[in-house]
């Protein structure tokens, strides 16, 4: 009798050891397949982020109203019509507009994403504006 319990005893024994010995084998397969995932390259985006805002700044340069709102008024709002319609709807942005010789920031850019940034010279024609009046309109993208 006493060893018949025994015997039940070993083969309870051997089961619980071979559960533990699958859950180890699922941890490091696991394991594995995580490590390999995470090693993926991140596709770099920044050269085509950056030729779609020079395109859009060159638009918004050669466009007379667009300029001349920028240059008398400092205001951004055609510009920023113009950029919401042509950025793609997971990018958000900003436009400020300041000095040639001023550092631009926008206070309303997050801290935590990456920020492209790219900046014209919008300038005017001698018979049109002052020359006084050259502005910098500087263009902030990033994902929402």
């Given at each position: 009798?006493?060893?018949i319990e025994e015997m039940k005893f070993m083969k309870n024994k051997k089961a619980w050891i071979r559960i533990v010995e699958a859950l180890i084998a699922i941890m490091?397969?696991?394991a594995g397949a995580l490590y390999v995932v995470s090693k993926k390259p991140v596709k770099d985006i920044s050269d085509?982020?950056?030729?779609?805002?020079?395109?859009?700044?060159?638009?918004?340069?050669?466009?007379?109203?667009?300029?001349k709102q920028l240059i008398e008024d400092g205001?951004?709002?055609?510009?920023?019509?113009?950029?919401l319609k042509n950025l793609p709807s997971i990018w958000d942005f900003r436009l400020n507009i300041c000095g040639v010789d001023e550092i631009c920031t926008h206070q309303d850019t997050p801290n935590d994403k990456?920020?492209?940034?790219?900046?014209i010279i919008i300038?005017?024609?001698l018979t049109s504006y002052p020359e006084e009046q050259t502005k910098k309109l500087i263009f902030f993208a990033?994902?929402?």
């Open positions: 009798m006493r060893a490091i397969i696991m085509e982020v950056y030729e779609k805002q020079r395109q859009i700044l060159e638009v918004i340069a050669n466009n007379e109203s667009m300029r205001n951004t709002e055609l510009a920023s019509e113009y950029v990456d920020i492209y940034t790219s900046e300038t005017s024609t990033w994902k929402r």
